[in-house]
């Protein structure tokens, strides 16, 4: 007979904040370690992602970012206005959040 295929639970390392929600699909339908606001959960490569504890892409950040510090995960999100968004460094600093910015090269047209 042939041997049993277990599922693992998966090691969640990144969250992709609601801001990159088309990329976060895209990542997490490929990698078992990504999840985003409102990942259902799923079993990709024998390892089971969980729901991500954040339930909606409307969670206001500094309610999501202490979620996310706890998990210890890595933050990555596009916000150009970042500097300017003083609740959300804020609640970054206070809870020891790790985060990855990215920005375009080229201003919108």
């Known amino acids: 007979m042939g041997g049993v295929s277990r599922v693992k ?3 969640v390392r990144f969250y ?3 801001n990159v929600l088309g990329l976060a699909h895209v990542l997490a ?12 959960g799923v079993v990709i490569h024998k390892q089971e992602r969980p729901a991500c504890p954040v339930k909606s892409p409307q969670v ?9 510090a706890q998990h210890r995960w890595l933050i990555i999100g596009r916000d150009r206005h970042i500097q300017e968004n003083r609740a959300e460094i804020i609640a970054v600093r ?3 959040a790790r985060m990855v910015a990215l ?4 201003p919108a047209r």
């Open 9 to 11: 639970p998966a090691e």
């Open 16 to 18: 992709l904040d609601a």
């Open 29 to 40: 339908a490929l990698r078992e370690d990504v999840t985003y606001p409102g990942d259902p």
């Open 60 to 68: 206001l950040d500094p309610d999501w970012i202490p979620i996310v």
């Open 94 to 96: 206070e809870h020891g």
């Open 103 to 106: 920005s375009g090269l080229c």
